[in-house]
């Protein structure tokens, strides 16, 4: 049976600035399981990117809990962390991230190199650019690639590994909105026919809306965590506050004043 993939517990990540901080995840509580297909959304600064850092194992966290696979990776080292982003997850990055002296299939056969040796390398990034629709493009440079055909390269390049997990930052921030919805596809089927669990971090409702479940964030905070199938996912799509028991801190705040006036 499926399991919890990736499990976050008061996870929170502050900068110092002098005397001041930016709680940029703030105690965040957070549990995925394996085949989700899920978006984080929220504005700017609420913290989406930072989290999905700290899920991927990219920063550590200055306080709280992160399991992967039902084992905690806090106190876990530099070369221990490697291992599990190279084994257990893969990124697709809003920038691509591709190396533009290599063609798509060395894109795609980087991550290998920092692994075990497998035979049948080229194979399986074949196999992988085929399933993306780019098996005619497979020796063409980034620069002879559209945006979203090396967005694609980029998912393929996630999936060489066979990640548990993949986590896409804005995927579709400098797509249109055609290659975007076919982007969203590709992701929804490969979610639907290998189990691969998705993460999307996004501001794009439209491509939030086609997962299965929606966390928004503000402030470093869970405001807003709601399945397809449950009452307010249309709300949390919006950014409109929740009434599913995760409220914005200014509500909590509102609330909290309001109960001390009725107590008196």
Same mark, same amino acid.
């Given at each position: 049976m499926p399991g919890t993939i990736l499990?976050?517990?008061e996870l929170a990540k502050i900068y110092?600035?002098?005397t001041s901080e930016v709680r940029a995840v703030d105690g965040i509580s957070l549990q995925v399981e394996a085949g989700e297909f899920m978006a984080i959304m929220g504005r700017s600064g609420s913290g989406k990117t930072t989290l999905l850092d700290l899920l991927g194992c990219l920063l550590r966290p200055t306080s709280g809990q992160l399991a992967i696979d039902g084992r905690s990776v806090i106190g876990a080292s530099d070369a221990q962390l490697a291992t599990i982003r190279r084994e257990r997850i893969g990124f697709v990055f809003q920038e691509f991230n591709l190396i533009p002296t290599m063609t798509a299939m060395e894109n795609v056969l980087?991550? *290998?190199r920092y692994g075990p040796r497998r035979r049948d390398a080229r194979r399986r990034a074949g196999e992988l650019l085929e399933l993306v629709g780019l098996r005619d493009r497979v020796n063409h440079r980034p620069t002879e690639l559209s945006g979203g055909e090396q967005q694609r390269v980029a998912i393929a390049r996630a999936l060489v590994n066979d990640p548990a997990v993949? *986590?896409?930052?804005e995927p579709?921030?400098?797509l249109d909105s055609a290659t975007?919805?076919?982007l969203i596809t590709t992701l929804r089927e490969l979610n639907g026919e290998r189990g691969v669990t998705i993460v999307i971090v996004t501001h794009d409702a439209g491509v939030a809306g086609a997962t299965d479940r929606v966390v928004r964030l503000q402030d470093g905070r869970v405001i807003a965590d709601v399945r397809r199938d449950g009452r307010g996912f249309e709300r949390a799509l919006r950014g409109e506050p929740?009434?599913?028991g995760h409220r914005p801190r200014v509500w909590a705040r509102l609330g909290e004043l309001l109960d001390r006036a009725r107590s008196r």
């Open positions: 499990q976050a517990t110092r600035r002098g980087l991550p *290998l993949v *986590l896409a930052d579709t921030g400098e975007s919805e076919r929740s009434t599913n």
